[in-house]
Structures are given as C-alpha cells and as structure tokens.
C-alpha cells in the first residue's frame, strides 16, 4: 500500500521537466517575445535575450528549485529550512511570502485574460468577426470589456478549472494536465503554423522577426530581453521551489531547467510564426498583449480562409498555456497555506481560489467604462498590477533569491543538491548567481523601463 507519509513527487523527471514548461509557456511566449523581438533589434535581440536566460534566469531558477528539493513545497518553510540549516536569519522568509504574493497577483490577471481567450474561442468558432473591418473588431473589444458579467463568468470557469486541477494534486492534476497541455500546445501550434505559410506573409515576418536591425538594438533592447527572459521562465513566484520539491531524488538540475529553457524559447519562437504571418497577411501593424490577441488577431483571422476554425485554435490555445501558467502560479500559495495553517489541499485551493477571483472581479471592474481606462497601462488595475508583478515583485524577489542562496547559504548544502552536475557547472552556476545575476536585475530594476509582462 502506497505510504500516505511519503512525499508527494511527480512521476518522473519528464514530468517535472514538463511542469516547468508548461508554465513557463505563457501569455509572454504569445504575445509578447515576438514583438519585442521585432521592436529591439530582431536577431540581436534574440541573440541577447538567449543570453541573459541562460545566464541569468536559468541560475534563478536553479536557486528556486534546489531551495525546494532542500526545504519542501512550500516558499515560506522552504527558505526558514534552508535558513536554519545555514544557521540565518529567518528574515528571509519574507522573501517566500513575497513570492506568494506576486503569485496572487498575477494569477488574477491570468484569468481574466484567459477568460477572455475562452470567450473569444466562442465568438471565433461562430464566425463573429468574419468579414469585419478592424474598427468593427476593436469595437467589439470595447464593448465586450464594459460587460462585466460575461467576463467574470468566463474567468470563474477558468479558474475552477484551474483550481480542480489543483485539488486533484501533484500526480492526478498537475501531473496528467501538463502530459496532456504539452503535446496539444505543440499540435495547435503546428496546425497553426501550417495555416500561416498556407494564408499567411511569411516573408514579412521573416523580415520582422529575425533580420537583424542594429538601429533598433541598445542598451534597453537588453534591458527588455533580461525582464522578458525572468518572465518567461517563470522564476520570483515560487514555482521553482513548488516544483522543485515535488522532483524525483537525485535528478540534474541544471540540465533539468536547460531543457525547459530551450522548450521555452523554441515555442516562443514557433508561436511568433504563428501570429506574425497572419498578422502580416493584413497589411496590419504589429502590436503586443491585448491589442495583438483581442484586435489584430480576430480581425486578421476574420478576413482568411477557413478563419473560423483557424482563429478558434488560437483562443484554445491562449487558454491551455495560460492554464499550465495558473497552475503554476497557485501551486506554491496552496502549498503554503497547506503548510502553515496545516489545511487540507481542498480547503486550501479554496481559499487561495477566493482570494484571486475577487481579486480578478476587482480587475474587471476597473476595465469598465468611466473607471480610467484609456487604454491597457493606464490607470486600470490590469495595468497597475502587471507593472507591479512583471516591473517591482518579481525582479525584486529573483534579486533576493540570488543573494540568498547565492551569499547565505552554505555552498556544502547546495553542491549536494546539485551533486548530479559536474564541479565545472557548479562553480559557474555559482559565479553567476553571486555576481552577475544580482548586478544585472539591479540595474533592469533601476532602468525607468516601460514595458512590463501582459
Ligand atoms: N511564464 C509565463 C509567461 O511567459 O507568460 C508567466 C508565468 C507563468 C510566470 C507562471 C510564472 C509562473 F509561475
């Protein structure tokens, strides 16, 4: 009989290896690192944003996830564990908390998006936007966002779905889900991409994407790739350490984030000829975040063949990378809650549940007409939160997770969480955790940069 005391692991390591790249492939991989790419400098922008997640994100993230093998599941006991056992402060469990807050936040703009993707599925598949001119589309837009009530419907499936899934736990939820996400992910981007260089401009996007523009590359096109590269991997909200602890004893780490990392960047890629074609298709200007998917894209899709069907894949699959993401995201405050006020997993995802939909209600509510909106980044609380999660909260806790396993902790611990990577890996991974990570997010944190994650 299985031990009801035994930890909770996934069942192997490609399934932790998948968990991380399901949530790493999110609402950045889509609508976001394909047009900064073509906006900073396209191939040198690309070339610099590889750089700086493997040599900056990827070692967080390793940090993250040893600090959970460490210390368990839960941010909080995770970093008092790995403290005590390197005789310091427990000060820094604010970081955890700090952590699961950031986690909050962004999950509640998770699900307004995604409900926003579902409901869009709906409109594509019964062929609204067929035939549309785009200030027809961008009307819509509009008008669906002063609707609250169909909105929150939509996002209070998503997130029961997201919830569910967490009630279920590491092996029967999280597990089976991203068996199952990864390899739809990577069809409907197939068949999407089959459908771009079938109707699609490639050649537009080819040139958008990848030449190589040195007028637009500078010192903010790295500063943009360092932000873009913590966000997509997912590090600073406590997935690494959730995830971590539930990995299989003894696996290499380093190589284990390697592979999300390339997973990552190889869907954003894959995803950027996906939209980019179609966009291009009609001679539309290229834009991010709501605009691309909730304006250009419907619009470019109304006017294609077969645009129905083609456009309702692409709000599927909006949806699914954004529930890999919301897992990931509520796993860590679950397991916190879970272990700090000793709840069951059900009574803890409701909770935590609770919170993040009045949380997205409250989202919702500031999208209405007369509330300040003028356009996304204003004064709008989408807006304000993303600026605080992907600008202030983030960063902030990568930095001090790098100082904390990077300075504090001590070095005999974390050699033998890692004793699976060579001596060579160690050192290096420990140089860049000690000194170049700390600099680099320092100094993305100071830029007065305006791009933030959604
Ligand atoms: N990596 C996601 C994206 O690119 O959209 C964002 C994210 C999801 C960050 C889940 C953290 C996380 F736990």
Aim: hydrophobic share 60%; with cysteine.
């Amino acid at each position: 009989m299985a031990d009801p005391n035994a930890p909770v692991r996934w069942g192997s390591r490609t399934t932790f290896v998948l968990a991380l790249s399901a949530s790493a492939v999110g609402l950045g991989n889509l609508w976001r690192f394909s047009y900064l790419s073509g906006e900073y400098g396209g191939g040198a922008f690309v070339i610099s944003y590889v750089l700086c997640l493997f040599l900056i994100a990827a070692p967080v993230m390793v940090a993250e996830v040893v600090l959970g093998r460490y210390g368990g599941s839960s941010p909080v006991a995770a970093i008092r564990r790995a403290c005590d056992g390197s005789l310091r402060s427990r000060g820094w469990t604010l970081v955890g908390a700090l952590a699961c807050l950031t986690s909050v936040l962004m999950l509640s703009l998770y699900i307004v998006v995604a409900g926003w993707g579902m409901a869009y599925a709906g409109f594509m598949q019964a062929g609204v936007f067929s035939a549309a001119r785009a200030a027809e589309v961008g009307e819509h837009f509009a008008q669906f966002l002063a609707e609250p009530m169909q909105q929150v419907y939509w996002q209070s499936l998503f997130l029961l779905v997201a919830s569910g899934i967490i009630v279920l736990g590491v092996r029967r939820g999280l597990g089976v889900l991203v068996w199952l996400a990864v390899p739809a992910l990577l069809a409907m981007l197939a068949f999407l991409i089959k459908y771009g260089f079938d109707y699609g401009d490639i050649a537009a996007t080819r040139n958008f994407l990848f030449s190589t523009r040195l007028v637009d590359f500078s010192g903010e096109s790295v500063l943009v790739a360092l932000g873009h590269a913590l966000f997509t991997l997912g590090v600073g909200v406590g997935t690494g350490i959730s995830y971590g602890a539930y990995a299989p004893q003894r696996i290499p780490i380093g190589r284990s984030i390697f592979a999300v990392a390339v997973f990552d960047s190889v869907l954003a890629l894959l995803a950027g000829l996906a939209i980019f074609p179609i966009v291009f298709a009609n001679n539309m200007e290229p834009n991010a975040g709501p605009g691309l998917l909730f304006i250009s894209l419907p619009y470019a899709f109304g006017n294609l063949m077969q645009g129905e069907l083609a456009g309702a894949v692409f709000f599927l699959l909006v949806v699914l990378a954004a529930l890999g993401s919301a897992v990931a995201l509520m796993e860590p405050v679950v397991a916190m809650l879970m272990q700090l006020a000793r709840l069951e997993r059900f009574t803890a995802a409701l909770i935590v549940g609770a919170v993040v939909w009045l949380l997205g209600l409250a989202v919702v509510m500031s999208l209405q007409p007369g509330q300040g909106w003028a356009g996304f980044g204003e004064r709008n609380l989408l807006g304000v939160f993303d600026m605080l999660t992907a600008r202030i909260l983030l960063p902030l806790v990568a930095l001090l997770v790098t100082l904390l396993v990077g300075w504090r902790l001590r070095p005999e611990i974390l050699r033998l969480e890692l004793a699976r990577e060579s001596a060579l890996f160690f050192s290096l991974w420990r140089f860049l955790l000690r000194y170049i990570a700390p600099l680099a997010i320092a100094l993305l944190m100071l830029a007065p940069l305006r791009a933030g994650g959604v």
